[in-house]
């Protein structure tokens, strides 16, 4: 009886494939580990600016009332509502302006908040990056948190 073995032009095409698909694979793992930096401001990464947001807001009878106090402009606001057991974050839409709130800034528009009891008001920054214009969520603990009695 014969024994056969693999020809080694093919082991090697073989050996050549498996190191190109796992280079592949660890280069997409890379790739996904580094996250492409948005900044604001001349340069300043948009999670040091975060820091720098102000705004007040309250909720009162039915109305949502947020105020930018601060010197950076606020793209979009999310609201974090927390009720009994569960969480819901969605974006605040209504009539907030198209262009953010910029420095000195009010909006003011009717919320239901029914069943929550508190809301978490989140900002959210535009800023640059290599493709454009990109938002930026900042951290929950840079946001506003209000109690709803």
């Given at each position: 009886m014969?024994?056969?073995?693999?020809?080694?032009?093919?082991?090697?095409?073989?050996?050549?494939?498996?190191?190109?698909?796992?280079?592949?694979?660890i280069f997409l793992?890379?790739r996904?580990?580094?996250e492409?930096?948005?900044?604001?401001?001349?340069?300043?990464?948009v999670?040091l600016?975060?820091?720098d947001?102000?705004?007040d807001?309250?909720?009162?009878s039915g109305t949502?009332?947020?105020?930018?106090?601060?010197?950076?402009?606020?793209f979009k606001?999310?609201?974090?509502?927390?009720?009994e057991?569960s969480?819901?974050?969605?974006?605040?839409?209504?009539?907030?302006?198209?262009?953010?709130?910029n420095?000195?800034?009010?909006f003011s528009?009717?919320?239901?908040?029914?069943?929550?009891?508190?809301?978490?008001?989140i900002?959210v920054?535009?800023?640059?990056?290599?493709?454009?214009?990109?938002?930026?969520?900042?951290?929950?603990?840079f946001?506003h948190?209000?109690?709803?009695?």
């Amino acid at each position: 009886m014969k024994k056969r073995g693999v020809s080694p032009v093919i082991a090697t095409v073989l050996l050549v494939a498996m190191i190109v698909v796992v280079g592949l694979i660890i280069f997409l793992w890379f790739r996904g580990m580094t996250e492409e930096a948005i900044t604001k401001f001349e340069g300043t990464n948009v999670k040091l600016v975060c820091e720098d947001v102000q705004f007040d807001a309250e909720y009162v009878s039915g109305t949502l009332n947020i105020i930018n106090t601060g010197n950076v402009p606020i793209f979009k606001m999310q609201i974090k509502i927390l009720s009994e057991g569960s969480h819901e974050t969605i974006e605040l839409a209504g009539n907030w302006p198209s262009l953010g709130l910029n420095q000195g800034g009010t909006f003011s528009d009717s919320f239901d908040a029914s069943g929550a009891e508190t809301l978490i008001i989140i900002p959210v920054l535009m800023g640059e990056s290599k493709k454009g214009e990109k938002s930026f969520v900042c951290d929950e603990r840079f946001g506003h948190e209000i109690s709803i009695e």
